[in-house]
């Protein structure tokens, strides 16, 4: 089973999530009441999306995790899940997420513009490293 398969199948079980088709039309997606939350393209890369105060709440600590690249005025934080710490920090920021977009209804800075990293071809490199 990939780490995306395994998130996946940990996060649809979620009773705050339900499986939908991605609006970039790539891949499989989890939204909630609020959105779209999750974005998974392939075996490795996934996309997710935060509001603008939780990118700022945790970028300190996101620019600095390998597997973690963020784009600048972007939604979306973009994730290479490649050990099973990856899929732990993907589940911690999916929680983050659903707290953020529960608390209130995001403002329109941040609703993600139409599609999300992947589809505007700004997936994490293959190596790993953001930048």
């Known amino acids: 089973?990939?780490?995306?398969?395994?998130a996946l199948t940990r996060l649809a079980s979620?009773?705050?999530?339900?499986?939908?088709?991605p609006s970039c039309g790539t891949g499989r997606a989890l939204r909630s009441e609020q959105g779209e939350i999750v974005h998974f393209h392939t075996e490795h890369d996934v996309d997710l999306h935060l509001t603008g105060p939780a990118i700022r709440r945790f970028e300190d600590y996101l620019k600095d995790e390998s597997a973690v690249h963020m784009v600048s005025g972007s939604r979306w934080v973009t994730m290479?899940?490649?050990?099973?710490?990856?899929v732990d920090l993907l589940l911690t920021l999916v929680s983050a997420a659903l707290h953020a977009h529960q608390a209130s209804q995001p403002a329109a800075a941040d609703v993600p513009p139409p599609g999300c990293n992947e589809h505007r071809g700004m997936a994490l490199p293959r190596n790993g490293v953001g930048g």
């Open 80 to 86: 290479r899940l490649e050990v099973d710490s990856d």
């Open 1 to 6: 089973m990939t780490m995306a398969l395994r």
């Open 14 to 21: 979620w009773p705050d999530l339900a499986e939908a088709s």
